[in-house]
């Protein structure tokens, strides 16, 4: 069997370095480790629209900064199928079929569900698309018989009903489905960056987002302003590095030979986070240092950014040509979808 990767992101803004730690960079590892056979990478706007279905436009602007993300980290057109969602018809039809597999209690229970409903204050009033939307996701891995979707750990009860989806179709009618495995960051402090604010989860929304165009003063100017421990008010005082914003996105980013080069009166993190819990080290000095990580990392994202954009007519073949060859893949694991369901009525004389 075939090794074959499916992910991908809601163009609903710039990709931020939440996104960036949590599954950009592993993607181009996947890529260029040679262990897969495809990759597929989705701009999945057909998704945005379920809670962005009256702005359009917002989905429509992002779609091209979505993919100068995706470029600029590194993801390689000649390695990875960057496509977009709603170009490939085949994604509907399959998610229509599926329904037929699932009850509205089983969505309403799933955990992610739940909790993008609360987030967005849908409560009573539900769009159908969005309930749905688990289903789509499914439709999504199992068009492209996806071995594996690397994700965070908020996105396993998807992966779970995308399972119970397969298993329920193979079941019923034949042996046709994929059933994927979840690749969970390696880094724990990868799982979900906090927001600058120290809030839970970085979010557009929220206002809280270091974005990977954002120019090097933006950046500095975001790190220097981050959430600390604010009990740690004097620099003799005693610091806590759980919770803290600062420390969690060090974890994150910070490698030994940052300290060799920005930092050597420590030989690791170790070491500054013991200081810290002390007391005696104040928090201006780790922002400044978190600085210069963060910008040693980001500046090759922003210098590659900056060509792509000297030719936009290439990043949009990139995508039309990636588009083709994802539809190509859907429209093969739908007609064997069709054949198993015995509705590919005209395929031959069959039928009589």
Do not use: W
């Amino acid at each position: 069997m075939e090794k074959i990767i499916l992910t991908g992101d809601r163009p609903t803004g710039q990709l931020h370095v939440g996104h960036y730690v949590g599954s950009l960079r592993r993607r181009v590892e996947l890529q260029n480790s040679g262990e897969y056979d495809k990759i597929f990478i989705m701009t999945a706007d057909a998704q945005a629209l379920t809670d962005n279905f009256d702005n359009p436009d917002k989905i429509r602007k992002n779609i091209m900064e979505v993919a100068l993300d995706y470029l600029s980290v590194g993801l390689d057109p000649a390695k990875s199928t960057l496509f977009i969602q709603s170009q490939i018809p085949e994604l509907t039809e399959l998610t229509f079929y599926y329904m037929n597999l699932v009850t509205v209690s089983r969505l309403q229970r799933n955990p992610t569900v739940k909790s993008e409903i609360q987030m967005r204050n849908f409560e009573a009033s539900i769009p159908v698309g969005f309930l749905c939307y688990p289903i789509s996701q499914a439709a999504d891995i199992t068009a492209f018989k996806a071995t594996t979707v690397p994700v965070g750990d908020d996105q396993l009860p998807m992966i779970e009903q995308t399972r119970e989806i397969v298993r329920k179709f193979n079941s019923v009618y034949d042996e046709v489905l994929v059933e994927p495995d979840a690749l969970l960051p390696e880094n724990a402090a990868c799982m979900r960056l906090p927001g600058i604010d120290g809030k839970a989860k970085m979010s557009k929304s929220l206002g809280n987002c270091i974005y990977l165009a954002d120019d090097p003063k933006e950046v500095e100017k975001k790190i220097m302003s981050m959430y600390t421990d604010p009990l740690h008010i004097q620099v003799s005082d005693p610091g806590h590095v759980e919770g803290n914003a600062v420390f969690t996105y060090l974890d994150a980013f910070c490698k030994p030979e940052h300290f060799e080069r920005y930092l050597p009166d420590y030989a690791n993190l170790d070491e500054l986070k013991a200081h810290y819990t002390r007391g005696g080290l104040g928090d201006v000095k780790i922002k400044r240092f978190l600085n210069k990580v963060m910008q040693e990392e980001l500046e090759p994202i922003r210098a590659r950014r900056k060509e792509y954009e000297k030719d936009m007519a290439a990043v949009y073949e990139i995508l039309k040509a990636g588009s083709e060859t994802a539809r190509a893949a859907a429209a093969q694991t739908l007609d064997e979808v069709k054949k198993a369901m015995k509705i590919d009525y005209f395929n031959g004389q069959s039928l009589i």
